[in-house]
């Protein structure tokens, strides 16, 4: 492993974050607030680190092959030193101290949507911008969107990307990996376009307009409003964003497929027709029991929509008190928090593509007690499943619950009692933001939590964002011992 190519990619990965500080430092010149100045300050010192770094690490030709020792350490580096640099404006303004800016920097990063502010209005514009212009970066990924418009490197990036990618299928949609990340991002960024674009026609403004796009498509769960998306009271703006949610939990190398073959490719997918069935199965379930409790059909159905579209993408945006609903409806949204939506999305969680995947594997070990000489494969989307594959995903379930579990008791240790403790990690894990109970829950908010807790959670998002593995591999012997170039 050659840390001078790791320090050289940093350091051009370090000039991408300080283009990326320009946006909000032109927000708050429009809006003649002090962020200007700290996003100004923020924009020079990434520069100057980029450069730094880039001398004191090794040229990176366009016939280098990167390994994926130094892919893997190196997309990890981007994600702390990205949260470090992010929360720089947050500790500058007052906002919040050194523990709570990471946390919230992380949270916008990996687009949780879990917040440390307990009041967000009041603070200026460009600094609760900049919260959501990190959701929109992070969304679909640093090395992603770096890759996309930075293609000097792109040549030698697969195991950048394939660190960040999420799901275990690791699809490209072209062969080109710089023409892959740049497809992807001109669909990231039309499915926002035309999210902001149905906003400004439900009667946003601009501003709101582009923030609640740009937030919903990240499935990032920001607002800008104490109360989320309640604060519109408009039905429009809720189906507009439930469904901007939907469509960014959908697979966008699949997207680009439809363009290509129509849509039956979206339902001769496995993953997403299993999606579909399960967000419109819930949604149905969700409203039945608002409505056996005293909900009308229509705020039944609006709420159970609009919140089932959020947890299922893992947005996290609020229009309603889940915490106030039957217990039935708040299982079925605790259940979200494990399934996420789909591979090669914005979202978080485990992926409904490893749900098929389980429950298949379980459907065809049960058939052989019945037929111990049977041998029937298991199938996804008409392929069959390799036994190496299907262990990767075994172990992926079970590192995913002693993560709850382990992080749960720790954060539980920090004074917190059971139910914040669980479904903060939870929340954190899967990315979804919000918790349940008087502390994490749809009305409440993370300020209250130690710092020694919102540093570990802010560690769990990033392992729920990198799907743990890029992260824990770090902790291994053999990845720092090693001396071959795996």
């Known amino acids: 492993m050659n840390s001078r190519v790791i320090l050289f990619l940093l350091g051009k990965i370090l000039y991408f974050l300080g283009a990326v500080f320009t946006v909000p430092m032109l927000v708050g010149f429009l809006y003649r607030d002090r962020g200007a100045y700290i996003f100004s300050a923020c924009f020079v010192f990434a520069l100057a680190a980029g450069l730094f770094f880039r001398r ?25 030193m990205a949260a470090i640099l992010a929360s ?11 523990a709570g800016a990471f946390f919230e ?7 949780t949507g879990a917040t440390a502010l307990p009041e967000i209005e009041g603070w200026p514009v460009s600094l609760l ?22 293609p000097g490197i792109s040549g030698s990036a697969a195991h950048l990307f394939n660190a960040e990618s999420s799901g275990f299928e690791g699809e490209k949609i072209v ?95 496995d993953e997403f027709r299993w999606y579909l069935v399960l967000f419109l199965s819930l949604t149905g379930l969700v409203t039945a029991s608002l409505v056996s409790h005293g909900h009308g059909m229509e705020s039944g159905f609006r709420d159970a929509f609009f919140q ?13 008190d889940y915490d ?18 789909c591979a090669g999305s914005t979202a978080g969680g485990i992926k409904i593509s490893r749900f098929v995947v389980l429950l298949r594997g379980i459907g065809v070990s049960v058939s052989k007690v019945l037929h111990p000489r049977e041998a029937r494969p298991i199938l996804y989307n008409g392929r069959k499943v390799e ?68 540093i570990m959670l802010a560690f769990v998002m990033m392992l729920g964002r990198l799907e743990m593995y890029t992260v824990l591999i770090l902790f291994s012997r053999n990845f720092w011992q090693g001396q071959s170039r795996w």
């Open 56 to 80: 004191m690490g090794k040229q990176v030709s366009a016939h280098y092959e990167i390994s994926n020792r130094e892919g893997i350490l190196t997309v990890v580096l981007t994600w702390v």
């Open 88 to 98: 720089i404006p947050f500790m500058a303004s007052g906002m919040l101290d050194p």
């Open 105 to 111: 920097a992380m949270s916008g990063l990996t687009t």
């Open 129 to 150: 911008f900049w919260r959501v212009w990190l959701h929109w970066i992070g969304g679909l990924g640093i090395i992603v969107i770096f890759i996309a418009l930075l």
């Open 175 to 269: 062969p080109r990996l710089q023409k892959t990340a740049l497809l992807l991002f001109k669909i990231y960024s039309l499915i926002t376009a035309v999210t902001a674009a149905l906003l400004l026609f439900c009667g946003l403004d601009l501003y709101d307009a582009a923030v609640h796009a740009m937030s919903a498509v990240a499935t990032g769960g920001f607002s800008h409003y104490n109360d989320s998306v309640a604060h519109f009271r408009s039905a429009g703006v809720e189906m507009v964003l439930g469904i901007a949610m939907f469509v960014s939990g959908g697979n966008f190398a699949l997207y680009f497929n439809v363009r290509q073959r129509g849509l039956r490719v979206l339902l001769r997918n």
């Open 308 to 320: 089932v579209a959020s947890f299922i993408s893992t947005t996290g945006y609020v229009s309603a």
């Open 324 to 341: 106030q609903w039957p217990s039935f409806a708040k299982i079925c949204l605790v259940l979200l928090y494990f399934t996420g939506a």
């Open 387 to 454: 036994n190496n594959v299907l262990g990767l995903v075994l172990t992926f379930f079970a590192l995913y619950i002693a993560i709850i579990i382990l992080f749960s008791t720790a954060i539980a240790f920090t004074g917190e009692d059971i139910i914040t403790a669980v479904t903060a990690v939870a929340a954190c894990l899967s990315s979804v933001g919000p918790g349940f109970g008087t502390v994490v829950g749809a009305t409440g908010n993370f300020s209250s939590l130690t710092p020694a807790a919102k």
